[in-house]
């Protein structure tokens, strides 16, 4: 009985470990889909913001948000906010212009447009939690007892 809860822990906690891992590439191919088929627009930065984001064990690190307004296809105002990672801006006192792309089905979506990391990198990430977790799952599944018919 005991072996058999054990077994079901480790399958559940390698079912989920796996699916992080595949998280990782699916996140990414979806933004990178929207960078290729939303409208592409320029914002206006209205404010910055550094926010704290945690790394897990690496502790955490700031992120630089931008706050910035749009007009949409339809011509009405709207605003959203999104992370500046490794862009460069030269800070006058003007208004910054910001690339962006817009969601064409709901122009209040919208999402900066930056290059994000390559889809290699997250594959390379992706293996060690896909194959750890299927793994875990594996082991887990012959401790329940469980057989397949």
């Not at 948000?65 to 500046?84: D, Q, T």
Request: glycine content about 12%; hydrophobic content about 50%; some cysteine.
């Amino acid at each position: 009985m005991t072996t058999m809860v054990i077994g079901w822990a480790f399958f559940l906690f390698g079912l989920v470990f796996a699916a992080f891992g595949i998280s990782f590439v699916v996140f990414g191919v979806i933004q990178r889909q929207r960078l290729r088929t939303w409208t592409p627009a320029t914002a206006t930065i209205r404010e910055f913001e550094t926010r704290r984001v945690s790394s897990g064990q690496r502790g955490s690190r700031t992120k630089l948000i931008a706050h910035y307004e749009y007009r949409g296809p339809n011509g009405e105002e709207y605003a959203g906010e999104g992370a500046l990672d490794n862009q460069r801006f030269a800070v006058d006192g003007s208004a910054l212009p910001l690339a962006i792309v817009i969601d064409p089905l709901d122009p209040s979506r919208s999402m900066v447009a930056s290059e994000g990391a390559p889809i290699g990198c997250m594959v390379a990430m992706a293996i060690p939690f896909t194959l750890f977790g299927g793994v875990f799952a594996m082991i887990g599944w012959a401790l329940t007892g469980v057989t397949v018919v």
